[in-house]
T-cell receptor
Framework: KQEVTQIPAALSVPEGENLVLNCSFT??????LQWFRQDPGKGLTSLLL?????REQTSGRLNASLDKSSGRSTLYIAASQPGDSATYLC??????????FGKGTMLLVSP | NAGVMQNPRHLVRRRGQEARLRCSPM?????VYWYRQLPEEGLKFMVY????????ESGMPKERFSAEFPKEGPSILRIQQVVRGDSAAYFC???????????FGPGTRLTVL
């Protein structure tokens, strides 16, 4: 059974810092991995999708890497802004088309 | 191109009543997934449907819960005889095919009094 863990559970940084969010999964046989952003009381916004054959994906200030063999992914946020404050979720598609989610990292970027 | 739509956004029911949650996938998407987010817990998969077919319902509670995705119209998640423990945010996602990127709706927040 796939399990997804996200570290840290919460993170507080001053504006402008670069930061890394971590995601680990127990079963390396995955099809893809998605990073989402969730604002309080809102839905999920897809940030990046990495296919199992890829090593990384980039979108603006966001860069996600995938090391399937070690069961790890990282989300790198460059030059953080207060608007980046949200909960970031990592989700793994293990081949049944359904996603297994971590519990998320709650990020607060202070001005 | 409208995103995934869910309604209602908020739903209040008393114990024992029925709750019906609706999800309209993105245009061109024929795969629908339902997830539940309980307070202080992560999102958990419930059911995966294609038009007129349930593909995987391994995450669905055995009793009181059912889902459908008819040939015409939205996908429906139905909860009969709701209990307080059903209070949660229910999210729907869609994709054009299986194993693709999933796009989520805004969710329905169910409160059972």
């Amino acid at each position: 059974k796939q399990e997804v863990t996200q570290i840290p559970a919460a993170l507080s940084v001053p504006e402008g810092e670069n930061l890394v969010l971590n995601c680990s999964f127990t079963d390396s046989a995955i099809y893809n991995l998605q990073w989402f952003r969730q604002d309080p009381g809102k839905g999920l916004t897809s940030l990046l999708l990495i296919q199992s054959s890829q090593r990384e994906q980039t979108s603006g200030r966001l860069n996600a890497s995938l090391d399937k063999s070690s069961g790890r992914s990282t989300l790198y946020i460059a030059a953080s802004q207060p608007g980046d404050s949200a909960t970031y979720l990592c989700a793994v598609n293990s081949g049944y088309s359904t996603l297994t989610f971590g519990k998320g990292t709650m990020l607060l970027v202070s001005p | 191109n409208a995103g995934v739509m869910q309604n209602p956004r908020h739903l209040v029911r008393r114990r024992g009543q029925e709750a019906r949650l609706r999800c309209s996938p993105m245009k061109g998407h024929s795969h629908v997934y339902w997830y539940r987010q309980l307070p202080e817990e992560g999102l958990k998969f419930m059911v995966y449907l294609q038009k007129e077919n349930i593909i995987d319902e391994s995450g669905m509670p055995k009793e009181r819960f059912s889902a459908e995705f008819p040939k015409e119209g939205p996908s429906i998640l139905r909860i009969q005889q709701v209990v307080r423990g059903d209070s949660a945010a229910y999210f729907c996602a869609s994709s054009p095919e299986g194993y693709n990127e999933q796009f989520f709706g805004p969710g329905t927040r169910l409160t059972v009094l």
